[in-house]
């Protein structure tokens, strides 16, 4: 704690319990810190194992290893960055009439507690705030949707492609009666 009030010129509350009080700069000065103090230890086990003739540089792209040795990368903004440009994408792009219909045959929960932007965060932050989980969870006691709902609403972001594959069949995908 120390070193990041030092460093940062912040104040920690006497009870600092919240997990709110780790900001953003927190995250990305411990990230850069993490980051220094890896690359150096990467840079060893590097060294080494070219010694005795093992290859670090097989490092599967799509992992936590890659992201950290090979790309150098120790927060998430580039993460963060991909999620709101895909959504404004599927925002504002028109999509195929199989997707379109798909998605409108679903009937939505009817959330309205809070505003557009809370709910938008809550997909980005699913860890941060449970306040929308809650009122799902909520809206599912009241409104009791169908067993499979779970099921088709899993198809979203599943591996299909909703143009080719072969997923539309007779299931009920509103609210039991």
């Known amino acids: 704690m120390k070193l990041i009030t030092e460093e940062l010129k912040i104040k ?10 780790i900001t953003t700069q927190i995250r990305k000065f411990i990230g850069n810190l993490t980051g220094k103090l890896t690359k150096q230890l990467f840079e060893i086990v590097r060294e080494e194992a070219y010694r005795i003739g093992t290859f670090t540089y097989e490092i599967t792209y799509n992992s936590k290893a890659f992201k950290i040795y090979i790309a150098n990368e120790f927060d998430f903004s580039n993460e963060n960055l991909m999620q709101k440009e895909v959504m404004l994408y599927l925002l504002k792009s028109e999509h195929s009439a199989e997707f379109t219909n798909f998605l409108y045959d679903i009937e939505s929960l009817s959330f309205e507690q809070n505003h557009t ?18 009122e799902m969870e909520h ?5 009791r949707p169908t067993k499979n709902r779970n099921e088709i609403l899993n198809l979203l972001g599943a591996e299909l492609n909703f143009e080719n594959d072969d997923i539309f069949g007779d299931d009920d995908t509103t609210q039991e009666e």
């Open 12 to 21: 920690f509350s006497a009870d600092f319990s919240s997990a709110d009080e």
């Open 117 to 134: 932007n809370k709910y938008i965060e809550s997909i980005f932050n699913i860890h941060k705030d449970r306040q929308i989980m809650n």
């Open 139 to 143: 809206l599912y006691e009241e409104e």
